[in-house]
């Protein structure tokens, strides 16, 4: 078996302050591609919060033998984490697209 190895590439990875994320390259996403990506990333907190919102609930319910309604977990944990992600998002995706924008001109 052969050893491949990489001459010229840098062995650092990629930063969250550089525009990049995971090795994702935020920096450079486009207007439309970063508003897709916040709302993806709304809906993605929205429902994550509410499943273990329904989960405590239902653990609460059995444990304490109340009946707390399972509505609560989509008004009250539900959709505040998913507007706050949501907002967050777009303001840091925002920030970047406007930055490449600025950079360019």
Request: hydrophobic share 50%.
């Amino acid at each position: 078996m052969e050893h491949v190895s990489q001459h010229g590439s840098s062995t650092s990875p990629r930063t969250f302050g550089s525009g990049y994320l995971f090795g994702v390259p935020l920096g450079d996403l486009g207007f439309f591609t970063s508003l897709l990506m916040s709302f993806a990333l709304g809906f993605a907190a929205f429902f994550a919060a509410t499943f273990c919102a329904i989960f405590g609930v239902l653990i609460y319910n059995t444990v304490t033998h109340h009946a707390v309604d399972f509505a609560l977990t989509y008004k009250r944990v539900g959709l505040p984490v998913g507007l706050v992600v949501l907002v967050m998002a777009l303001g840091y995706l925002g920030t970047l697209w406007v930055r490449r924008q600025l950079r360019k001109a």
